[in-house]
């Protein structure tokens, strides 16, 4: 049994739209897939309109969050999407990423590059705007060569010459709430120092005590399409005895942006037993099965 616990669409900063997604995720031979946009669960209805027979859809999102200046993402799972306090923790994330990308223009502008607000949303399309569709702006005018290449201190990387932070969420709150909306908690890609300062090991106890379920331990890491990977066997390792020690559940994924990325569906998987104990804690939304799709 193949499961990948991490992936995105045009709902937020992926190429392939939810539809085209899952039918890849079968054509990979994944037998389940999560769908885990950007703080948004508008992607999910195509994803279930287009689940194909044998593929298995588990909803989610992947949340923005902060501690003590560090950025970092939390995956929820199977949450009730309807669920007032969560949803409004992720308005309030999303709606801030236009200002957010609109102030980042005005400041790659007073850098001398000429990207505009209507190349950046044409990029993004219905997805909710973010640093990698302005990222692929740069791409497109010739600044660097690849996506990855912007979230550097020269341009869009936190502290960054054109960077600008966003509203991002409490990880604590962020817990609470989705175990409130009866969801699950993996903290996303703990170790992907290339993207900027990572939480320490203390902080990942004190979550665990506050209701974290699981670390994302097998995970590559692509920033870029030719960057390196960060969560190396030694890094991954290392991970596993932290999960193990804070009893936490160990997942593995391939963080999937289409061709923003070069990291493929099924990359990283989870063990069919932890997918079993996450489909057992949660009481918010269940997997769903695919019956052919349209």
Same mark, same amino acid.
């Given at each position: 049994?193949?499961?990948? *616990?991490?992936? %995105?669409?045009?709902? =937020?900063?992926?190429?392939?739209?939810?539809? /085209?997604?899952?039918?890849? @995720?079968?054509?990979?031979?994944?037998?389940?897939? @999560?769908?885990?946009?950007?703080?948004?669960? +508008?992607?999910?209805?195509?994803?279930?309109?287009?689940?194909?027979?044998?593929?298995?859809?588990?909803?989610?999102?992947?949340?923005?969050?902060?501690?003590?200046? #560090?950025?970092?993402?939390?995956?929820?799972?199977?949450?009730?999407? /309807?669920?007032?306090?969560?949803?409004?923790?992720?308005?309030?994330?999303?709606?801030?990423?236009?200002?957010? !990308?609109?102030?980042?223009?005005?400041?790659?502008?007073? *850098?001398?590059? &000429?990207?505009?607000?209507?190349? #950046?949303? +044409?990029?993004?399309?219905?997805?909710?705007?973010?640093?990698? $569709?302005?990222?692929?702006?740069?791409?497109?005018?010739?600044?660097?060569?690849?996506?990855?290449?912007?979230?550097?201190?020269?341009?869009?990387?936190?502290?960054?010459?054109?960077?600008? &932070?966003?509203?991002?969420?409490?990880?604590?709150?962020?817990?609470?709430?989705?175990? @409130?909306?009866?969801?699950?908690?993996?903290?996303?890609? &703990?170790?992907?120092?290339? +993207?900027?300062?990572?939480?320490?090991?203390?902080?990942?106890?004190?979550?665990?005590?506050?209701?974290?379920?699981?670390?994302?331990?097998?995970?590559?890491? %692509?920033?870029?399409?030719?960057?390196?990977? /960060?969560?190396?066997?030694?890094?991954?390792?290392?991970?596993?005895?932290? !999960?193990?020690?804070?009893?936490?559940?160990?997942?593995?994924? =391939?963080?999937? $942006?289409? =061709?923003?990325?070069?990291?493929?569906?099924?990359?990283?998987?989870?063990?069919?037993? #932890?997918?079993?104990?996450?489909?057992?804690?949660?009481?918010? !939304?269940?997997?769903?099965?695919?019956?052919?799709?349209?």
């Amino acid at each position: 049994m193949r499961i990948d *616990l991490h992936t %995105h669409s045009t709902a =937020s900063d992926g190429t392939d739209t939810p539809a /085209e997604l899952v039918r890849k @995720a079968a054509a990979a031979g994944l037998d389940v897939v @999560a769908l885990t946009d950007h703080d948004t669960t +508008r992607g999910h209805a195509e994803a279930l309109a287009a689940l194909p027979e044998g593929l298995t859809l588990v909803t989610g999102a992947e949340l923005s969050c902060r501690l003590d200046g #560090v950025s970092m993402h939390m995956l929820a799972y199977l949450f009730d999407p /309807e669920e007032p306090a969560l949803l409004a923790e992720r308005e309030l994330v999303r709606d801030d990423r236009v200002p957010r !990308a609109q102030g980042m223009i005005v400041k790659l502008n007073e *850098l001398g590059v &000429p990207v505009t607000w209507e190349q #950046v949303s +044409r990029i993004a399309g219905d997805g909710s705007v973010g640093r990698p $569709h302005v990222a692929s702006a740069l791409v497109e005018l010739g600044v660097v060569p690849t996506v990855g290449d912007a979230f550097t201190e020269q341009w869009l990387a936190d502290g960054g010459r054109a960077h600008l &932070p966003k509203h991002e969420t409490d990880p604590f709150e962020a817990v609470r709430l989705v175990k @409130a909306a009866g969801g699950v908690c993996v903290l996303a890609h &703990p170790a992907a120092a290339q +993207r900027g300062p990572t939480v320490s090991e203390s902080a990942v106890a004190e979550l665990a005590a506050a209701g974290l379920d699981g670390i994302e331990v097998d995970h590559v890491d %692509h920033v870029d399409q030719v960057g390196p990977a /960060e969560h190396d066997p030694r890094t991954r390792d290392r991970l596993r005895g932290l !999960a193990a020690d804070l009893g936490l559940l160990v997942t593995g994924s =391939s963080d999937y $942006h289409g =061709s923003r990325k070069t990291v493929a569906l099924g990359a990283f998987t989870t063990h069919p037993d #932890v997918y079993g104990e996450i489909t057992r804690r949660v009481t918010g !939304a269940f997997p769903v099965p695919g019956t052919g799709g349209a």
